[in-house]
């Protein structure tokens, strides 16, 4: 069975930091992308980035670009979001998800969700 | 970035009646939009992708269709279980979108 498993989330103040990690079994880590989406309070799902299975290439919403950092242990079947520089509207449950490639198109491969974690809770206040 | 647009916002319905909920991109996605499920305090869960192929476990009431900017999401008969969020998604370029939701709440 396909787990996820986020961990890292808190309550950290304007311009923290934290790492947060997803922990993945029950399937070849290292051969899916890999992606975060976050979903505010009371706001719909927002996509934050996504991480080819090798680790070479990496993708961010305009949002996060430059503040947010998206690595993979491929060894420790683990995923990692270092977020800095956070605002209060960072604040969300984050979302570790399980990608699957829909093919190359465009010059690029894209990916839909197939498998979600539960969440990890990220507030930013004073 | 394409925008997209869920309508309605709020759909209110029977147990045991069909649901049509739509999903528009500001430009052509081809197929390349998928359907999530989302319950509070749950893990989102994949129901349609390539707008209209059904993903491992979820049951027939749910079809997806439509291509290029307009897109449908059909749940025939709801069931108890089915009362929840759903979110469409396209995956066409970078960065994916997703629209704002539309909730399918008990009438």
């Known amino acids: 069975e396909v787990q996820l498993v986020e961990s890292g989330g808190g309550l950290v103040q304007p311009g923290g930091s934290l790492r947060l990690s997803c922990a993945a079994s029950?399937?070849?880590?290292?051969?899916?992308?890999m992606s975060w989406v976050r979903q505010a309070p009371g706001k719909g799902l927002e996509w934050v980035s996504t991480i080819s299975g090798s680790g070479g290439s990496t993708y961010y919403a305009d949002s996060v670009k430059g503040r947010f950092t998206l690595s993979r242990d491929n060894s420790k079947n683990t995923l990692y979001l270092q977020v800095n520089s956070l605002r209060a509207e960072d604040t969300a449950i984050y979302y570790c998800?399980?990608?699957?490639?829909?093919?190359?198109?465009?010059?690029?491969?894209?990916?839909?969700?197939?498998?979600w974690g539960k969440g990890t809770t990220v507030t930013v206040s004073s | 970035e394409i925008v997209m647009t869920q309508s309605p916002a709020t759909l209110s319905v029977s147990p045991g009646e069909g649901a049509t909920l739509s999903c528009r991109a500001s430009q052509s996605v081809n197929s390349n939009l998928a359907w999530y499920q989302h319950k509070p305090g749950q893990a989102p869960r994949l129901l349609i992708y390539?707008?209209?192929t059904r993903a491992t476990g979820i049951p027939a009431r749910f079809s997806g269709s439509g291509s290029g900017t307009e897109f449908t999401l059909t749940i025939s008969s709801l069931q108890s279980e089915d009362f929840a969020l759903y979110y469409c998604?396209?995956?066409?370029?970078?960065?994916?979108?997703f629209g704002q939701g539309t909730k399918v709440e008990i009438k």
């Open positions: 390539g707008a209209s």
């Open positions: 029950g399937f070849t880590f290292s051969s899916y992308a």
């Open positions: 998800a399980k990608c699957y490639s829909s093919g190359w198109y465009s010059g690029d491969y894209y990916y839909y969700m197939d498998v």
């Open positions: 998604q396209h995956y066409n370029n970078w960065p994916q979108t």
